[in-house]
């Protein structure tokens, strides 16, 4: 299995430019199954998720092209309604190719998705399922897969009981080829929603209200072909900006929109963590005396759950005590025992609460990673740390990042894949 072998304690420098969003381009593929006609998408990343829904794609009989960041898709071919079992039950995102599939071809059959162990138990799709009986489809659940098939749907009235990035996109895109009106109410709001929309709209779809808590979505017939340009991770761009503040280090981050991550910049004024920006780009500057602060992670615009573990890093640098919450899944705080085994002074109060308190000296240690953001975050503490860190599992960290090991060299991190 390929490690990473980290020798910490050096600070950072230069520049680095944020990939296409995961999170976006992991509903963009699927998308493509909603219109028969040329689909290109540009600014892809190339990170495992990616890999696997392309090939997804490919199975159902879909034509895909890759050319470096972009990608030519023609789904006018696709001549299955069944997701690969051994594809679609190794990561969380195959379940957006079910709504789509639903809506064109009125049938969509598919293993329980899989994904990172951040939710109790494996994660739910019952919000998902609860839409598509709303549009009229019926399901059957047989031996671990399930069955979904209409004759006709049609629009429908839905409530969110808890706010769901995927389920809201997943209800959003299948409305759009259903006739009639659909009303989505306490919708998420992630910025990868509305741009969702917004390219589905320049294909003739009707939707109006993404990334506010209400859609409506009139069904249209069918959609046209579409060009798509991945808006910039803005996750990717928190995990850097935190990497930054926990290192001491300059770094400037490039073709990203601080604006979404407006949330993380605001605890940065009031920490101490100086930085300049524009409107695609971040300078996090070297800053000393970083005051410990609270956070309690939340649905789009709130502090999002997926940066919470690169902040955790931060906050065992920090001056004082600090309390994390995160609310939105029960197992996404287990990690932070390893950052303890580095020396950080963490109480666990319950799976949704950690004190932590700093700052603390941190030192290399034999580590694996559990999931992608919780990945990251040990990558940034073994940057911080005194010695050799050895993260293995690291599968679990190209899930989200690009090439990340070669991306941090040009800053000077001393970080090498072992294989
Ligand atoms: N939930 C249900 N039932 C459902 C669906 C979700 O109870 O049918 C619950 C979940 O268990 C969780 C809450 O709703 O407690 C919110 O989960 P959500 O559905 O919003 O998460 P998701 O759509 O599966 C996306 C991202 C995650 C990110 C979350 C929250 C994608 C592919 N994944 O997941 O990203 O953490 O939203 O912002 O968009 C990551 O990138 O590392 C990652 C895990």
Known sequence: ?????????????????????????????????????????????DIEDIGKSFDLLIDLGAKVEINGARAVISTKNINKTELLPKLADKFRASIMFVGPLLARFGEAKFPLPGGCIIGAGSRPIDLFLEGYKAFGATIREEDKYYHLQAKQLHGANYFFSTISVTGTESLMMTACLIPGETILRNCAMEPEIEALADYLNSQGAKIIGAGSPTMKITGVDKLSAGTFNIIPDRIETGSFALMAAATGSEIKITKCSPEHISSLLIIFDKIGVNYEKGADWLLIKKSDNIKAHDIKTHEYPGFPTDLQSPYVVLMTQAQ??????????????????????????????????????????????????PDIRAGIALVIAALVAEGTTEIDNIYQIDRGYEKIDERLRTLGADIERIN
């Open 1 to 45: 299995m390929p490690k990473f072998i980290i020798n910490g304690g050096r600070k950072l420098k230069g520049e680095i430019a944020v990939k296409g969003a995961k999170n976006a381009a992991l509903k963009i593929i699927p998308a493509a199954i909603l219109s028969a006609e040329t689909i290109t998408i540009n600014n892809i990343p």
């Open 320 to 369: 004082g005590t600090s309390l994390i919450q995160d609310i939105i899944y029960d197992r996404r705080l287990i990690w932070t025992d390893m950052l303890s085994q580095m020396g950080a002074n963490i109480i666990m109060c319950d799976p949704h609460r950690v004190v932590v308190d700093g700052p603390t000296h941190l030192y290399g240690k034999k580590l694996m990673s």
